[in-house]
């Protein structure tokens, strides 16, 4: 859940681009708008990161975003004009220990196909500030990501291109549970702490809780709170955690379609396993299906990695991010998943 070495190296990347990497326009390359702003959150003692993918309306200079010693970076028309029109909005949640640009490549593909998409990095459980105790404020996720729909819709820069009528979430991992949130589904304490009493090392984020100290039999109230957002209206959840202590009459609630996505079968994570081998949470919402990519396994939907990545964190004994399951093709899966997304939203 948490890469502690490889988030490190990650964090030396984390600025936009480093000094002599920006590059000219070129006409005709599929490369998306890109922009960073800061959303006011009253519930937050400081702003958030927030990041925009959009259709370029322009060509201006190319850098690359998320660029890092481990990851491979997506480039991007930084700040370029929007392309004219209302686009559809996706609002985009990472997963542990992640952060918006580490999953840029999906931004990428969306906007390139007509979306505008918007994310911001959750404090707490972002790159370098990832605590297994604030992960368990589920809520507070999820109030950041009404929060930056709030504040781009009310932006007279972003505002005018937005379809108001087309919004939907995506997210991954503890992304995933944010946008689950988001779409109506409550959260139980107990019945997460009866989850990771059972399972035990079976379950890699009960671990990763663990680890960091995590009283299950007394989780916050957070952990339980509903941040329904009625602007929503089509979910996408790519491996979401928690699947296992959803409320179910909080189900009733969940009015939207939701499109379920499982990475590898024998190496799938219990904690996003939704089928009937998992929670089966898939069965137990009325409007719900589920895509399934193998061979993969939970951190494949993660960005590509740079050459002699893995070699690295092996040297470095850190968790094998780069390493995938045999016979896997991360950037395939990626396409996979880029393609399945769009053709649930309605995109070209």
Same mark, same amino acid.
């Given at each position: /859940?948490?890469?502690?070495?490889?988030?490190?190296?990650?964090?030396?990347?984390?600025?936009?681009?480093?000094?002599?990497?920006?590059?000219?326009?070129?006409?005709?390359?599929?490369?998306?708008?890109?922009?960073?702003?800061?959303?006011?959150?009253?519930?937050?003692?400081?702003?958030?990161?927030?990041?925009?993918?959009?259709?370029?309306?322009?060509?201006?200079?190319?850098?690359?975003?998320?660029?890092?010693?481990?990851?491979?970076?997506?480039?991007?028309?930084?700040?370029?004009?929007?392309?004219?029109?209302?686009?559809?909005?996706?609002?985009?949640?990472?997963?542990?220990?992640?952060? /918006?640009?580490?999953?840029?490549?999906?931004?990428?593909?969306?906007?390139?196909?007509?979306?505008?998409?918007?994310?911001?990095?959750?404090?707490?459980?972002? $790159?370098?500030?990832?605590?297994?105790?604030? $992960?368990?404020?589920?809520?507070?996720?999820?109030?950041?990501?009404?929060?930056?729909?709030?504040?781009?819709?009310?932006?007279?820069? %972003?505002?005018?291109?937005?379809?108001?009528?087309?919004?939907?979430?995506?997210?991954?991992?503890?992304?995933?549970?944010?946008?689950?949130?988001?779409?109506? /589904?409550?959260?139980?304490?107990?019945?997460?702490?009866?989850?990771?009493?059972?399972?035990?090392?079976?379950?890699?984020?009960?671990?990763?809780?663990?680890?960091?100290?995590?009283?299950?039999?007394?989780?916050?109230?957070?952990?339980?709170?509903?941040?329904?957002?009625?602007?929503?209206?089509? $979910?996408?959840? @790519?491996?979401?955690? /928690?699947?296992?202590?959803?409320?179910?009459?909080?189900?009733?609630?969940?009015?939207?379609?939701?499109?379920? @996505?499982?990475?590898?079968?024998?190496?799938?994570?219990?904690?996003?396993?939704?089928?009937?081998?998992?929670?089966?949470?898939?069965?137990?919402?009325?409007?719900?299906?589920?895509?399934?990519?193998?061979?993969?396994?939970?951190?494949?939907?993660?960005?590509?990695?740079?050459?002699?990545?893995?070699?690295?964190?092996?040297?470095?004994?850190?968790?094998?991010?780069?390493?995938?399951?045999?016979?896997?093709?991360?950037?395939?899966?990626?396409?996979?998943?880029?393609?399945? @997304?769009?053709? %649930?939203?309605?995109?070209?």
């Amino acid at each position: /859940m948490k890469h502690v070495t490889s988030a490190m190296l990650l964090a030396l990347g984390l600025g936009l681009f480093t000094a002599g990497t920006s590059m000219p326009a070129t006409a005709g390359q599929d490369i998306a708008g890109y922009d960073r702003f800061d959303v006011q959150a009253a519930h937050r003692a400081r702003p958030l990161a927030a990041s925009i993918w959009y259709p370029a309306g322009s060509h201006i200079y190319v850098a690359p975003v998320g660029k890092s010693a481990i990851w491979q970076s997506t480039n991007a028309y930084i700040g370029a004009a929007i392309e004219p029109g209302k686009h559809p909005l996706i609002l985009l949640s990472h997963g542990s220990g992640g952060n /918006m640009d580490g999953i840029g490549w999906l931004s990428s593909q969306l906007a390139l196909r007509g979306a505008i998409v918007l994310a911001v990095n959750h404090p707490g459980t972002t $790159t370098g500030d990832s605590s297994p105790r604030r $992960t368990m404020y589920l809520g507070q996720r999820s109030a950041d990501v009404t929060a930056a729909l709030d504040q781009v819709l009310a932006n007279p820069e %972003f505002a005018p291109y937005i379809d108001t009528n087309n919004i939907s979430a995506v997210g991954f991992s503890l992304g995933g549970t944010t946008v689950l949130n988001l779409a109506g /589904m409550q959260f139980d304490r107990a019945a997460y702490r009866d989850y990771c009493v059972k399972y035990q090392d079976s379950a890699q984020d009960c671990i990763f809780y663990k680890k960091g100290g995590v009283d299950f039999a007394h989780l916050p109230d957070d952990f339980t709170n509903g941040y329904r957002d009625t602007r929503i209206s089509k $979910t996408v959840a @790519i491996e979401p955690g /928690m699947s296992f202590a959803v409320k179910p009459d909080s189900l009733a609630d969940v009015s939207n379609p939701v499109l379920f @996505i499982k990475l590898g079968q024998e190496h799938g994570w219990l904690a996003g396993d939704v089928s009937a081998s998992g929670s089966n949470l898939v069965a137990k919402v009325k409007d719900a299906s589920l895509a399934v990519f193998a061979p993969a396994y939970h951190l494949t939907f993660l960005a590509e990695c740079e050459p002699g990545a893995a070699k690295l964190l092996e040297e470095m004994d850190d968790d094998p991010i780069c390493t995938d399951p045999v016979g896997t093709d991360r950037s395939l899966v990626h396409r996979q998943v880029a393609d399945e @997304i769009a053709t %649930f939203l309605g995109l070209p």
